[in-house]
């Protein structure tokens, strides 16, 4: 079992149900950051330490393995030890991104997703509106406009925010090491 912690939050949960039943349209983009100016960190860099878990929720959204990945870093506080990296990833047609940083002013745990029908935050952050869904997007409309500028109209809806089950990670993922070792199956964050 692998300590990919988000995959257990109840938000990430919920962002997997609203993807999977359509709700947000075909998947354009997602990204993350995740950034805090925390502990210095004198035997690991930031790409290690924290964009896993980014790309473990992208994987577990997307159900798709990534196909290309790049990543930039830079070391400014001890040689050989990233403090930024920003990473992009090609999931097929879904292009995502994560900016990691322990050199920052802002604490910010942050995931969003744009769909061709609605759009999605998840903020860790928040003490209680973790996720919301907004419905916005771009709507085209080929068959009456006169010009390309004309096609493409902005439609801007309502927020809303489902309620979140705010039982902690960490319980949900240590609950389900136990469920998965009395009933001998994998869990949902397995080597894979």
């Known amino acids: 079992m692998v300590g990919h912690l988000l995959l257990y939050h109840p938000a990430v949960q919920m962002l997997k149900k609203y ?15 995740r950034v805090n100016l925390g502990q210095i960190r004198q035997d690991e860099n930031a790409l290690w330490r924290l964009v896993p878990h980014d ?13 290309v990945v790049s990543a930039q870093g830079s070391s400014y506080l001890q040689p050989n030890f990233v403090d930024i990296v920003f990473v992009t990833v090609r999931f097929g047609k879904v292009l995502a ?3 990691a940083s322990w050199l920052d002013p802002h604490k910010i745990r942050q995931l969003t997703v744009i769909g061709s029908k609605k759009m999605a ?13 907004y419905d916005k997007g771009v709507v085209t409309n080929y068959d009456t406009a006169s010009s390309f500028s004309g096609s493409l109209l902005l439609r801007s ?7 979140v ?9 240590c609950q389900e090491f136990i469920k ?8 949902l964050s397995d080597a894979k």
């Open 19 to 33: 993807i999977q039943s359509g709700e947000l349209g075909e998947i354009y983009y997602l990204y993350s950051t």
């Open 55 to 67: 790309i473990a929720m992208f994987i577990y959204l997307l159900e798709e393995s990534p196909v």
């Open 97 to 99: 991104h994560v900016h």
């Open 121 to 133: 935050t998840f903020d860790d952050m928040e003490p209680e509106d973790k996720l919301k869904i």
């Open 157 to 163: 809806g309502e927020v809303f925010s489902p309620r």
């Open 165 to 173: 089950d705010l039982t902690e990670p960490l319980f949900l993922e």
């Open 180 to 187: 998965c070792m009395k009933e001998r199956r994998e869990p």
